[in-house]
């Protein structure tokens, strides 16, 4: 999926933009869990196209003086993303902080679509004439609170989206990621999974730019690391600030086929990590659990079951992951990571046959009657599977406002204790037979 940034000096209305553009996507998981307050990053869609939308205006670097800010944000923009809006204010014409923005896209390659806001209406469309003397071609006039204009700019962004990237369509790699709080020790994990292990050094032209994701075969599976913030060493400004990390994190999650959600087993679980992993439940994507620095945990034999419940306890819609306890430090169990990881992944991938599934479903039905409103009883017709990563079933019934959201969930563990599916989400959709 392409990455588009909203990039602009301060109070042009970015944050108008990327909600217009985003639209109501705020699911029930990612909102419990927290990640949609003052969203910058999420997915959006125009026409056939897919994307994701980083609002740089979001990410705010400390008390840096205005300009640092400013720049740091289309750095950003220019590092995390493939196509860039450039955003300006109709209504104040073009500022020294529109012209010290441009001054820093001009270094980039990436295609730059210059959009002027607040242009509400036709008779005002002279004000972007000005605008050419940025130097980006055509401006496009868009009203954010009018919602004007925004169909021919996505269309402009979309037609500079790159070819689809060559990593995207190998199947037959495993991807994952590690994601957790600074510190809880990624980088070391990362480090004593790869011990041994053969990295192949091949840069893939084409693949996203500033990630340095990590190739390497474990027992003739392929597998590849996607890199985080965390990860590297920290250069620029912004990549201390949590916004930016949280950037990273949530994008290192979309390009995922399994989240390792890092928890430090000295200091147990914190609010971010129940956020990211929300996030990563909600894309679909195989969750395991990792609590590292086990080494120096104090314990007992009742430690690990303390902190089993800790966890289930606290991400209630994760019952599914596995857990593992491993020291990067001494490597205690840390070779027991790639099979579960490979587990994960071929439960996330897994497709289950028709008739093995309908069986299922129809021996559930029998043990518990589907419900029934008004004198009106559920009919399940047929099941089938219509996707993987994750699974995704769809129910054929009768009335599908009949379906009770605790019938769904009885038939979901019916369907987990069947085919285990441990790690990955499921998702069943209700649907009226034509
Ligand atoms: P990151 O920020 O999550 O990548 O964390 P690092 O890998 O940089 O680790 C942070 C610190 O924790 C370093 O000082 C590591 O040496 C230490 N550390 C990492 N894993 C372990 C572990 O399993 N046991 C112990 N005792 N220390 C660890």
Redesign the pocket.
């Known amino acids: 999926k392409p990455t588009v940034a909203i990039v602009g000096r301060p109070n042009v209305g970015k944050s108008t933009i990327f909600n217009r553009i985003v639209g109501e996507r705020i699911s029930i998981v990612e909102d419990v869990a927290g990640v949609t307050r003052d969203r910058i990053y999420s997915s959006a869609d125009w026409l056939a196209h897919d994307f994701n939308l980083i609002d740089t205006g979001g990410i705010q670097i400390g008390d840096a003086p205005f300009l640092d800010q400013i720049r740091s944000q289309a750095e950003i923009a220019i590092a995390e993303s493939d196509v860039i809006i450039f955003l300006t204010n109709g209504r104040e014409g073009v500022t020294d902080a529109d012209e010290h923005v441009a001054k820093i896209l001009y270094k980039t390659k990436k295609p730059v679509i210059l959009a002027v806001n607040k242009v509400d209406n036709p008779d005002m469309r002279e004000m972007i004439y000005d605008f050419y003397s940025l130097g980006f071609g055509d401006p496009f006039p868009i009203s954010g609170s009018h919602g004007l204009g925004l169909g021919d700019l996505l269309d402009e962004v979309a037609a500079n989206f790159p070819d689809v990237d060559a990593e995207e369509i190998e199947d037959d790699v495993i991807r994952f990621s590690l994601i ?10 990362v480090n004593a999974l790869l011990g041994e292990e053969r990295v192949i050094v091949s840069e893939i032209a084409g693949t996203t730019r500033d990630a340095i994701d990590t190739p390497y075969v474990h027992e003739g599976q392929k597998y590849k690391i996607i890199d985080t913030a ?2 590297r060493k920290k250069g620029k400004i912004y990549e201390s600030t949590e916004k930016y990390s949280q950037l990273r994190a949530l994008k290192a999650i979309d390009r995922s086929d399994v989240v390792l959600i ?1 928890i430090n087993g000295e200091e147990g679980i914190r609010e971010q990590d129940k956020r990211v992993a929300g996030y990563a439940e909600d894309a679909g994507k195989g969750v395991m659990f990792v609590v ?5 945990v104090e314990k007992d034999n009742k430690t690990m079951n303390k902190f089993i419940e800790d966890i289930r306890g606290n991400f209630l819609f994760l019952d599914y992951a596995p857990i593992a306890f ?5 490597k205690q169990r840390v070779n027991t990571l790639f099979d579960r990881i490979k587990l994960v992944s071929e439960n996330h991938a897994l497709r289950i046959q028709s008739s093995v599934l309908n069986e299922v479903v129809e021996d559930a039905v029998a043990r518990n009657p589907a419900p029934s409103e008004k004198g009106k009883r559920l009919r399940i017709y047929y099941a089938t599977q219509v996707a993987v990563k994750p699974p995704t079933f769809v129910v054929f019934v009768n009335e599908p406002e009949i379906m009770h959201f605790s019938y769904e969930r009885f038939l979901q563990n019916r369907l987990r204790e069947s085919f285990g599916f441990e790690g990955t989400p499921i998702r069943l959709i209700t649907r009226a037979r034509s």
């Open positions: 957790g709080r600074p510190n809880v020790g990624k980088s070391s994990l965390g990860m890092v590292n620095k086990w080494d120096i491993v020291s990067a430090k001494t």
